[in-house]
């Protein structure tokens, strides 16, 4: 009895030690949205290897090196809320499972519910290590604000108005 509860301790201290060696480390990944054109994006603090492309106005393709795999756990759509319309998201996704990622900025829709700068997993690469993703919009005051040319449209038609009052009242 007491070398079957001895070699029992061995097998779950060996289980734990495996497992925990087997777990590795966090690759983290960050991406800041600084404005509809700018996405600053790192892996554990570090911009090299990574290229970003701006597609659009709130559209990026990620290309991280090959060692990276995204969503090999079954997800392809990652969403954080957008901080000034929670009705709107930033969605990042990945449907090829490989080592790039698209990101969409001011979407309509943040599948998953995760707040904006909140630790999502979006992968793994080849040492069996977790990619945990955090994304931060930054863009999000900037694009609460109207345009400068919406100020300038709105001041020629509130000249036009008011010429236009102003002939009337000479024509009267």
């Keep these: 009895m007491k070398i079957m509860l001895v070699a029992l301790a061995m097998v779950i201290t ?3 030690l495996t497992q925990s060696v087997v777990a590795g480390t966090l690759q983290l990944i960050i991406m800041t949205e ?18 970003v492309t701006n597609t659009s106005a709130d559209h990026w ?31 990042v ?5 490989d080592n790039v990622l698209f990101v969409v900025s001011d979407a309509l829709g943040h599948p998953g519910d995760h707040t904006d700068g909140a630790f999502v997993v979006v992968g793994n690469d080849t040492g ?13 005051a900037i694009e609460a604000a109207p345009e400068p040319a919406t100020w300038g449209v709105g001041a020629l038609l509130a000249g036009s108005l008011f010429f236009q009052f102003f002939l009337r009242k000479r024509a009267a």
């Design 34 to 51: 600084n404005s509809p054109s700018s996405l600053a994006v790192t892996l554990n603090g570090s911009s090299s290897n990574i290229t």
């Design 93 to 97: 996704s990945s449907p090829l499972q």
């Design 128 to 140: 069996s290590n977790e990619e945990v993703a955090r994304f931060f919009d930054q863009a999000a």
């Design 61 to 91: 393709t990620l290309t991280f090196p090959t060692t990276i795999r995204f969503n090999e756990n079954g997800t392809s759509v990652f969403g954080w809320i957008e901080p000034d319309n929670s009705a709107n998201g930033n969605i």
């Design 14 to 16: 060996l289980a734990l």
